[in-house]
Structures are given as C-alpha cells and as structure tokens.
C-alpha cells in the first residue's frame, strides 16, 4: 500500500471511513485527558475529520497531517475556516494542516497530546512498526497519546481498516504506560463488516515519569 492508493480513494470520493460526526469514543474519554486551553494535540492522518474543529472548541492549538490535498481543501471549505496556504502548509488560526506523507513529517513543536482516531488502522502490518516509531518521536516526556483500534478476524476482510490487536499495541509502545479505557465488542458502522464481531479498543499511552 503506497501513497497512490490513498490519493485515489480521495481522487474517486471513495471516503467511507469519513464521518460526519465527532467521534463518540473521543467525546466519551475527553475528560480523561486535562485538556486545557492552549495546550497543543497533534492529529496523524487526519482527512477531513470534524474532530479536528472538536479539539480547536476545546482551546486547542490542532496540527494534523494529512496526505491528500483533495482532503485538506475540503475540510476548509466544508467548515468554513479562512486559512492561508504556503508550500503545502494550510494555516488557520488554531488548526495547521501539512499536506504530506507522515513519515517525512518535521513536527514544528512538540505536543501535549496526540490523536490517532483512524491511523494506526489504517496501515498494514509491514508498516505499522515505521508509522509507531515515527508517532513516539513526536512524544515528549509529559505527551498522552490516545489512540482507537479494531480488532477482527483480518482474513475474513481485507483492509484498510486492518485488525490491530491489543497485544501488538502493548508491545509496539512497551516501556510506557498503557490503559485500556474502553473495548467494546458488536458490528461496525461500514457495510463490509456488517456480519462480523469487531471489537473496538481505546487507549490513552504516555510516557513513564
């Protein structure tokens, strides 16, 4: 899976994993994350999720990264924020996007939270080691990584999204803390999945201190 795939999903609108509404899981764990206004979250892969306008009405200061520039305009316009754009940086004033591949991403700052809604998932298993080792470089000593996964039975669908087990999540982030807030088990919302049992797990990962 190469960028190509990615932006021809964007290029045919074949968008199913956008949704038109914040994240439940998100709204629900909010409160376990402190937020405070200021503060920065940092959103990998990001499309055009709404979530992205959900954490600049808590205060936040929001970059995302995303490949798509297709996505990048249209999360503006759909939203109606002004925003000025320089060598594929659009810039508003509380929501950055950089259009361009997360693994050569520069970070500009660090970041008081990360957000991987849909990311993790959304990479086969060759290159999930790369993107979970790039997502731990942007990790400072006091940064929360709240991160959602499916698991299934990966040979009865193919992805994206892909199962991703917890056990490979405690082990790809070993030597920090891992919570599990939240795994809930039932059929997800996309007609693929529409006769199989998918569990869905939220964590919130930082670093031990």
Not at 160 to 188: D, H, N, T
Request: glycine share 6%.
């Amino acid at each position: 899976m190469d960028a190509t795939f990615w932006h021809e999903r964007w290029q045919t609108n074949q968008i199913g994993f956008h949704k038109s509404e914040v994240n439940p899981l998100l709204l629900r764990h909010a409160s376990r994350l402190s937020l405070n206004k200021g503060q920065t979250v940092f959103v990998p892969l990001c499309g055009k999720t709404k979530d992205l306008v959900w954490w600049r009405d808590q205060g936040l200061k929001v970059t995302g990264v995303e490949l798509s520039p297709i996505a990048c305009d249209d999360f503006f316009r759909e939203e109606k924020i002004t925003y000025t754009k320089s060598h594929h940086h659009y810039q508003s004033e509380s929501i950055d996007l950089y259009q361009q591949d997360i693994f050569t991403f520069k970070a500009p700052q660090g970041f008081d939270f990360i957000y991987d809604r849909a990311a993790t998932i959304a990479l086969p298993e060759s290159m999930r080691p790369g993107y979970i080792e790039k997502i731990k470089s942007l990790m400072g000593p006091a940064t929360k990584l709240l991160l959602l996964t499916i698991e299934y039975p990966q040979d009865k669908v193919p992805g994206p999204p892909f199962s991703v087990s917890e056990a490979e999540i405690r082990k790809a982030f070993s030597g920090m803390q891992i919570e599990l807030l939240e795994a809930k088990s039932g059929p997800l919302d996309n007609p693929r999945f529409q006769n199989l049992e998918v569990s869905e797990k939220v964590f919130l990962i930082s670093p031990l201190g």
